[in-house]
């Protein structure tokens, strides 16, 4: 059975950094993309990020290129989400999601974890 | 504002079929294939069509979707109660290089 256990999220002040991970397991991790979709409190979603399946390939949203950066480890089944520079903006339910056929096809979700950014 | 556009809401009665649209352009919907996505309150969203019209596993055929140019189109036939829900597409865009997202339709089953 695929799984996605997402974590990470917390309350972080505007400017501050954070880290959000995902443990995957059920499923061969090293050959499918990955990718991180957020939706803010009372709003649809947002992509946010996606990488390849060996991880060279990264892709961001205008919205957060620069600040984020996404990676994966795939000797450990785990993709990550570094936040810098956080903003309000930022506050949201972030979830990783597997990829099918392509990066866009998300066929499994964890459950998301939240992220305020607030003083 | 969204690069898709779909409506913010539909409605209909059980028994009843519901479209609802999503509106692209050339660099997304135009040149590559479309998702949709089912949100149930309160839970993270499932894939419910894929490759424009293809169903996952275990989701009935009462869901389907279309393609025709830059727009898109998911139709629920037979609706229920269960399908109150919000629903997104989704397309990679080739000019962003990324994923983009309608809006979200809620849809509301009277």
């Known amino acids: 059975e695929v799984q996605l256990v997402d974590s990470g999220g917390g309350l972080v002040q505007p400017g501050g950094s954070l880290r959000l991970s995902c443990a995957a397991s059920g499923f061969t991790f090293s050959n499918y993309a990955m990718s991180w979709v957020r939706q803010a409190p009372g709003k649809g979603l947002e992509w946010v990020s996606a990488?390849?399946?060996?991880?060279?390939?990264?892709y961001y949203a205008d919205s957060v290129k620069g600040r984020f950066t996404i990676s994966r480890d795939n000797s450990k089944n785990t993709l990550s989400l570094q936040m810098n520079s956080l903003r309000a903006e930022d506050t949201a339910i972030y979830y990783c999601?597997?990829?099918?056929?392509?990066?866009?096809?998300?066929?499994?979700w964890g459950r998301g974890t939240l992220l305020t950014v607030s003083s | 504002q969204s690069v898709l556009t779909q409506p913010p809401s539909a409605s209909g009665t059980p028994g009843q079929r519901v479209t609802i649209s999503c509106s692209g352009s050339?660099?997304?919907?135009?040149?590559?294939?479309v998702n949709w996505y089912q949100q149930l309150p309160g839970t993270a969203p499932k894939l419910l069509i894929y490759?424009?019209?293809k169903r996952p596993s275990g989701v009935p055929d009462r869901f389907s979707g279309s393609k025709s140019g830059t727009s898109a189109s998911l139709a629920i036939s037979g609706l229920q109660s269960e399908d109150e829900a919000d629903y997104y597409c989704a397309a990679w865009d080739d000019s962003l290089n990324g994923g983009v997202f309608g809006g979200g339709t809620k849809l509301t089953v009277l």
């Open positions: 990488i390849s399946d060996s991880g060279v390939g990264t």
């Open positions: 490759s424009n019209n």
């Open positions: 999601a597997k990829s099918g056929v392509v990066v866009i096809t998300l066929d499994y």
């Open positions: 050339s660099s997304n919907i135009g040149s590559n294939t």
